[in-house]
């Protein structure tokens, strides 16, 4: 197969760029326009804007992974081996996936890849919010959900989520959604946050009441995909699909 | 935080520093003795607070709580900086008594938060058809991170001249479950003092979101009139 190849505009020359890419096996090119029209296989690696994103998201390119000198922060592993697998991958700092709809972008840009997935998008679409949404809310930001039970928990909640988008360390660590298609009709896609983590033998163990104002998330994503499950202490969510199985969600 | 009286008729009180979860004591000894004290109105003047987290917000939400208890008003007065912005993000002006001073540094605040805004939840200004009744239509998509543009709703759903409200999601693409959470508390609020709550025209991402949750058969569902 073609090699990947991860285009970087700004960050062409750190050698600390050079020697993650050179243990996950990616050959790094310099990109000097927002985003390369070449028919090879890529990724495009560096800090983000909306522009990338959307561009990188679609053929030929695999994704977008975020990657700065300044942060510390490790070339995504599990978006290269995605990417390398013919998968779609984002890895964005938390503060860009809630102001950015990191669903929606990488929802749509799916579909397209993938139309075969079409009758079950709505199915995906939903879980992948709910993935996503948890993985900021609870997973980077730390937030806890019980605050939603009322109109005051509320203004709260919401307090508390913009005062820790503002938080110089907790904005910035990092999301991570892949999606690899497997048999011929399937789909793995798994979010990635860096938070504390959970215990999920510690979650309440009975489904919540249709009145319920919190805490309906993971059971939506049960009834949504073919398959969940939960690793790295609660910091990354897996999910399947299968086409071939009825939708239980429609499209639009 | 520091407090200090600079006013005893009517009281106001000036707070400065930073109110924190640090502050939970000396500020619920505070508005204890600030509701003890006469008059039926109190002012904190904020203009020398420096910072405030959502600990601390709670911490007002609570004492306008306590105040209106005891048939009292509490009014905060010249939020600046960082503790402004928070207010406005958090939309706080629609549940709390906020009073600026300088009406022109209120005018400068519009225009500096609406920068950054996200696609989202579009929330259209409720119309009235005078007896009791408000309609509110919502458009785009509705996620967990657009629960302040909702505020507006609850608060509505909260007030008493609302007999009924009637959301109209026809122009509604998606839903995920934080604004089904909304919509619940929405319910809940009016259920409690027996106004009703009506979902209109959800389209199919939404009207299935509300299925698989099992909730439409819990709030009334209903078609527009000329559908």
């Known amino acids: 197969m073609t090699h990947l190849v991860g285009f970087t505009e700004e960050n062409w020359h750190a050698t600390r760029l050079r020697s993650q890419a050179d243990a996950l096996g990616l050959r790094l090119e310099p990109c000097l326009e927002c985003m390369p029209d070449l028919s090879v296989p890529n990724v495009l690696i560096g800090a983000p804007s909306l522009a990338k994103l959307k561009a990188s998201l679609n053929k030929p390119s695999h994704g977008f992974i975020e990657w700065n000198d300044h942060d510390g922060a490790d070339l995504s592993r599990a978006c290269v081996e995605c990417a390398t697998a013919g998968g779609q991958c984002l890895s964005l700092n938390t503060k860009m996936a809630y102001e950015w709809d990191a669903t929606n972008l990488f929802a749509s840009a799916l579909e397209a890849r993938f139309p075969h997935l079409g009758d079950i998008m709505g199915d995906i679409e939903l879980a992948l919010a709910e993935a996503v949404a948890n993985a900021v809310v609870h997973g980077n930001l730390g937030i806890e959900s019980t605050l939603r039970n009322d109109v005051k928990g509320f203004v709260l909640f919401q307090a508390a989520l913009l005062e820790r988008l503002d938080n110089p360390v907790l904005c910035r660590r990092r999301i991570e959604i892949t999606a690899e298609p497997f048999d011929s009709a399937c789909v793995r896609i798994e979010v990635q946050d860096f938070g504390d983590g959970y215990d999920l033998a510690a979650l309440p163990k009975e489904a919540v009441t249709a009145l319920a104002k919190s805490g309906r998330g993971l059971g939506l994503i049960r009834q949504l995909t073919a398959t969940m499950g939960v690793s790295d202490s609660g910091r990354r969510l897996t999910m399947t699909f299968n086409a071939d199985k009825a939708p239980k969600f429609a499209r639009q | ?227």
């Open chain 2, 1 to 227: 935080m520091e407090s200090t009286t600079v006013s005893l008729s009517p009281p106001v009180c000036r707070l400065s520093g930073r109110l924190t979860f640090k502050d939970n004591d000396a500020f619920t000894r505070l508005i204890t003795d600030l509701i003890a004290a006469a008059g039926p109105e109190v002012a904190l003047d904020l203009s020398d607070l420096d910072f405030i987290d959502s600990f601390g917000i709670g911490l007002f939400l609570t004492a306008a709580e306590q105040f209106e208890g005891a048939g009292k008003l509490l009014t905060l007065k010249n939020p600046r900086g960082p503790v402004k912005r928070l207010f406005k993000l958090a939309q706080l002006d629609s549940v709390l008594r906020i009073r600026d001073d300088s009406e022109s540094a209120a005018a400068t605040m519009a225009v500096s938060v609406e920068t950054q805004q996200r696609d989202g939840l579009c929330v259209t200004p409720p119309t009235t058809s005078g007896d009791g009744h408000f309609s509110v239509s919502l458009s785009g998509r509705f996620t967990f991170a657009d629960q302040g543009r909702f505020q507006d709703v609850l608060t509505l759903a909260e007030s008493e001249n609302c007999q009924s409200l009637t959301l109209d999601m026809s122009e509604l693409a998606f839903m995920d479950s934080a604004g089904l959470s909304m919509i619940l508390v929405a319910h809940e609020v009016m259920t409690k003092r027996k106004a009703r709550l009506v979902l209109q025209s959800p389209k199919a991402k939404v009207a299935h979101l509300l299925s698989v949750a099992a909730v439409d058969d819990i709030l009334p569902v209903v078609q527009a009139p000329d559908a």
